[in-house]
């Protein structure tokens, strides 16, 4: 089992930035691959950005590539994804998912709680 912890969301002006963390615990040898994917109200979850404990191989989504680095600390088992250049748009309740490999398609088999992001115009 691995244990997600989501932290760092809130409310924040467009334009602004936010950095979210995701604390990884229990048996993340399991796993190499950590995303954040994200549901906005009323729509379907979607891939966010992913990147590989291992060596650090990251993917975005179209929506996020410019305005969103996914990093990983593995000294302290915690990713990463700091959010510049926010638009409302990105507004959505953001999770944390590990899995046995890294990509947008992937299956992730742990989630965390969610983390609200909110960008106000």
């Known amino acids: 089992q691995v244990q997600l912890v989501e932290s760092g969301g809130g409310l924040v002006q467009a334009g602004g930035s936010l950095r979210l963390s995701c604390a990884a615990s229990g048996r993340t040898v399991s796993t190499d691959g950590l995303g954040w994917f994200r549901q906005a109200p009323g729509k379907e979850r979607e891939f966010v950005t992913a990147?590989?404990?291992?060596?650090?191989?990251?993917y975005y989504a179209n929506s996020v590539k410019g305005r969103f680095t996914i990093s990983r600390d593995n000294a302290k088992n915690t990713m990463y994804l700091q959010m510049n250049s926010l638009k409302p748009e990105d507004t959505a309740v953001y999770y944390c998912?590990?899995?046995?490999?890294?990509?947008?398609?992937?299956?992730?088999?742990?989630w965390g709680q969610g983390t609200q992001v909110t960008v106000s115009s």
């Open positions: 998912a590990a899995g046995r490999v890294p990509g947008p398609t992937q299956k992730y088999d742990y």
């Open positions: 990147i590989s404990w291992r060596n650090g191989l990251s």
